[in-house]
């Protein structure tokens, strides 16, 4: 433990030395019957807690702590979070010197308990002015396997994987959007554990591990968004996948219309992919369990019930290539191929932070058009005079972020290689002129995209990302996707 360290509760600034942290911890051991271990930068309290007998909780019931003062320990931290419940784990990262590291992830018995520490405990007031973020976590069991041939069909692709990793359950393979006899040049491998999956990743992270003579790409996948039983149980629109391209919305409207006519209310068609709104859910879970599996246009279809967005955030955040914004706000299982493959459903956003100031997050605005009538007046005005929750691409974001804090909009400059298989691929480079003789002259991401527009949004995302970050103003959850990995 360190020797010296500022006890600021309850606003107190008084020197707390490290035979004092350690009579604390102790006291808290004692008074709760849970054992303290520390090891590989992370101090684990409980897992399991006395008297505990049984498996460990299942997924879900863990979450991260982000925002924590670095000189705040486990016997302040522990009575806050177990206001929402049992704690099964407390693990706590620490650094070499001994001050933690500003992060922590809490395990409780039971979802519920995990859903009630979100509520309870997000944006809470730990120190005057020091407030923490909480939000789900995740362990991550799947891997993003790019660069597979694409006529590899999934059984091949699952037994290669069994051959050289160990702990592989399932692969996930998607169709090509213009030839179903083929995949689109990527899988996703899911693993029995978060371990398995780490120790899969570090096998073949190199680079020069090669599956049927292709040199691979590896990285977790971003994991699937999960949306509350509650939530699910008011869902009235199916999302429905693998349809051709050539495939119309009114020809999806008529398939989805035969087992009860008049049922879906409209539909919206993204190149391979669509979503159907249904008047009713129990028509849209009827239609789901009737139209999954059949064949519209040649075409195989997979239909499931679409997950909604989390609206308290306001704009799409992808470190891996944007996806792009759809009409329907909604999170899908896959809605994206080859331009976009890593992710298998929206990540976590990071909230309009403007001027130092964390603004409050207004609900999304809903996209959708309206008639424009003959005669309909209309008032000229600047896109800085709306909210922030008015965009939803990331290049807008950051081209009102400087506004608002009146720098000079943000410069971009372009720049290409090529890959093995021939593919130009395109990355911008950021210049902030209000800050280019700061800590930071540019921003560059690490990741090259095959579309323009793409490169440019990941660039923006990239760069708000690290100005958010430097004025001390994480997003939480992106906070979490990063240290988790």
């Not at 360190?2 to 006291?27: P, W």
């Not at 999934?154 to 996930?172: A, N, P, Q, R, S």
């Not at 008529?254 to 979503?275: I, S, T």
């Not at 976590?348 to 001027?355: D, E, G, K």
Request: net charge neutral.
């Amino acid at each position: 433990m360190n020797e010296e360290n500022i006890d600021g509760t309850n606003g107190c600034s008084k020197v707390r030395t490290g035979t004092q942290n350690e009579a604390a911890l102790l006291a808290l051991m004692e008074k709760t019957g849970y054992n303290m271990v520390q090891e590989n930068g992370q101090r684990k309290f409980g897992g399991p807690p006395p008297g505990w007998e049984g498996p460990p909780p299942p997924r879900g019931c863990e979450v991260f702590v982000g925002k924590i003062p670095r000189d705040m320990y486990e016997d302040e931290l522990v009575p806050v979070f177990e206001r929402a419940g049992k704690i099964y784990e407390f693990r706590l990262m620490m650094e070499f010197s001994g001050e933690n590291r500003g992060y922590a992830f809490v395990m409780y018995t039971t979802k519920e308990e995990a859903q009630l520490a979100i509520r309870i405990l997000n944006n809470y007031e730990i120190r005057p002015g020091k407030f923490i973020g909480v939000c789900v976590s995740l362990d991550n069991c799947r891997l993003f396997i790019g660069a597979i041939p694409k006529e590899k069909k999934k059984e091949e692709i699952l037994d290669e994987m069994k051959k050289v990793t160990e702990g592989v359950v399932d692969v996930i393979v998607y169709p090509s959007a213009t030839d179903k006899s083929k995949n689109r040049g990527f899988a996703f491998v899911e693993y029995e554990s978060h371990r398995a999956a780490a120790m899969a990743r570090r096998k073949l992270i190199p680079g020069t591990f090669q599956l049927w003579g292709h040199t691979i790409q590896v990285d977790w996948a971003d994991p699937e968004k999960e949306v509350d039983e509650e939530t699910m149980q008011r869902v009235k629109v199916l999302y429905v996948r693998n349809l051709m391209i050539s495939t119309t919305e009114e020809a999806i409207k008529a398939e989805f219309n035969k087992f009860k006519p008049g049922a879906v209310e409209r539909v919206k068609k993204l190149r391979d992919y669509a979503f159907v709104h249904f008047f009713n859910r129990e028509d849209a879970v009827a239609a789901m369990s009737v139209m999954h599996g059949k064949c519209i246009d040649g075409a195989s279809i997979e239909v499931t019930l679409a997950k909604p967005v989390n609206k308290e955030n306001t704009w799409r955040q992808h470190l891996n290539g944007q996806i792009s914004p759809n009409s329907e706000n909604l999170i899908v299982f896959a809605n994206k191929e080859e331009s976009h493959p890593k992710t298998l459903g929206k990540l976590p956003t990071l909230p309009a932070r403007l001027n130092g100031q964390h603004s409050p997050s207004p609900p999304e605005i809903e996209r959708c058009t309206y008639p424009f009538f003959p005669g309909t007046k209309l008032t000229p005005i600047s896109m800085y005079s709306l909210k922030s929750n008015h965009f939803n691409s990331a290049v807008m974001h950051l081209d009102y972020y400087c506004n608002k804090n009146n720098w000079a909009p943000p410069e971009y400059y372009l720049y290409s290689t090529t890959s093995q298989d021939g593919k130009v691929l395109l990355v911008y480079k950021i210049v902030i002129p209000a800050i280019a003789n700061g800590s930071q002259s540019y921003f560059m991401p690490d990741k090259l995209c095959t579309t323009l527009e793409d490169a440019k949004e990941l660039a923006a995302q990239f760069t708000l990302l690290h100005l958010d970050r430097e004025h001390n103003l994480f997003s939480l959850d992106l906070c979490r996707r990063i240290w988790r990995k």
